[in-house]
């Protein structure tokens, strides 16, 4: 099972995947968290998870936010790539079926960017971080 979260068959492709998902998921991140690049911050996210009827707003507000903070973090770096894209998989479900499926496929109000957004996740998680990556540097450490 560890042999498998490191093991990467993608290669400098995944790379450019990662860099962009990480990027972004790090940036939403921290608008949620610190209320950085025109976020609202923790609790103004915690008040709109609590109108969607989230359970939990408040753990719900810092686990959504730290998996798309921390998860970034580790997809720029390639580390624990497969881990990360599940937490973060869970977030983009999440956001398909609480907030964005009723306005429909299309953007902007439609769920066709995080649907996007979750099959490169989904890519990660299966096939791993690519060249370039921690992960690929510990599975060669063999």
Known sequence: MCDWLKKTNG???FLFLRLALGIMFTAHGS???FGAFGGHGIQEFAGSLQ????PYP????YLAGGSEFFGGILL???????VASVFLLITMLVA???????GGFFAPAGFEYPFV????????????AGCCSVDQKCA???
Do not use: D, W, Y
């Open 11 to 13: 290669g400098v492709g």
């Open 31 to 33: 608008q949620k968290l």
């Open 51 to 54: 109108q969607m009827g989230i």
């Open 58 to 61: 408040q753990i719900s507000a």
């Open 76 to 82: 720029i770096l390639g580390l624990c790539t497969r």
């Open 96 to 102: 398909i079926f609480k907030v964005h499926l009723p």
């Open 117 to 128: 957004i979750a099959g490169g996740l989904l890519l990660l998680l299966i096939e791993g």
């Open 140 to 142: 060669n450490k063999k």
